[in-house]
């Protein structure tokens, strides 16, 4: 079975950083579209960011010049680099792979889920 784990998060003050990290496991054969989404309070999940296969990106515009999505396909990991946080940054992120994988002799393709992650800015 795949899955995505996530690590980092946790609780800064306004204009501090954190990092997130989300390792995909399994047998896998390739990782395509990978993002990180976030769901405050009483909000809708949104799409943060966004980085495809050619390692081209895409950012919500509230997050644009202060976050960096990135990947590492050795690793097969994606990572979230936030600066200059703000308290409307607060929310549980999630991450998502789109993941080609191997199941006996058949390959299938699917989007995952990390776990989330909780990311408080608060002074």
């Known amino acids: 079975q795949v899955q995505l784990v996530q690590s980092g998060g946790g609780s800064v003050q306004p204009g501090g950083s954190l990092r997130l990290s989300c390792a995909a496991s399994?047998?896998?054969?390739?990782?395509?579209?990978m993002g990180w989404y976030r769901q405050a309070p009483g909000k809708e999940r949104e799409l943060v960011a966004r980085i495809l296969s050619d390692g081209s990106t895409d950012y919500v515009d509230s997050v644009k010049g202060r976050f960096t999505i990135s990947r590492d396909n050795a690793k097969k990991t994606e990572y979230l680099q936030m600066n200059s946080l703000k308290p409307e940054d607060t929310a549980v992120y999630y991450c998502n792979a789109n993941i080609a994988f191997f199941v006996g002799t058949t390959f299938r393709r699917a989007d995952y889920w990390g776990q989330g992650t909780q990311v408080t800015v608060s002074s």
């Open positions: 399994g047998s896998i054969v390739s990782l395509h579209t």
